[in-house]
């Protein structure tokens, strides 16, 4: 995981954690399940240009901390909390389109890029490849000129 229940206290404060760990009939499972969760939703866009998981680094940290404590919300998060979890979803992205990088990170060689290259699938039906309609159809059609 690249944040813990400690980095969660130190960045959040622990009143403020103790409140979210009230939310749920076991706290400290959930916050451990977020921070799971949080990891793995990190690693899933990491992973396009990064062999997962890195190692921690304060900005990870960070980010993990911010998408943990948007997964702790029972209810309706707070507007700093979402704007916390959208901005960290958005350097994310911004990292496995290229636009951003994860200082400290090993990028991906060539191969290993294309080793996590999943083809997409064919939709039924688009297995075809030849044309519709033959020579002689288009032929016999009206032209547009």
């Not at 451990?32 to 940290?61: C, F, G, V």
């Not at 090993?106 to 075809?128: C, H, M, N, R, W």
Request: one cysteine or more; proline letters at 4%; a negative charge.
């Amino acid at each position: 995981m690249y944040a813990t229940h400690d980095d969660l206290i130190s960045r959040f404060g622990a009143l403020a954690i103790a409140e979210l760990e009230s939310m749920h009939n076991d706290g400290s499972l959930a916050v451990n399940n977020a921070l799971s969760d949080a990891s793995e939703k990190m690693n899933s866009y990491l992973s396009i240009r990064y062999q997962t998981p890195l190692n921690k680094t304060e900005h990870l940290k960070l980010v993990c901390a911010d998408i943990a404590r948007y997964l702790l919300y029972m209810n309706e998060p707070t507007d700093e909390v979402e704007s916390r979890y959208k901005e960290a979803l958005k350097w994310l992205q911004d990292v496995g389109a290229g636009r951003a990088n994860v200082t400290f990170a090993e990028p991906l060689t060539a191969e290993e890029q294309q080793s996590t290259y999943v083809k997409p699938a064919v939709p039924i039906g688009d297995s075809y490849r030849g044309q519709v309609f033959g020579d002689d159809v288009f032929s016999k059609m009206p032209s547009i000129k």
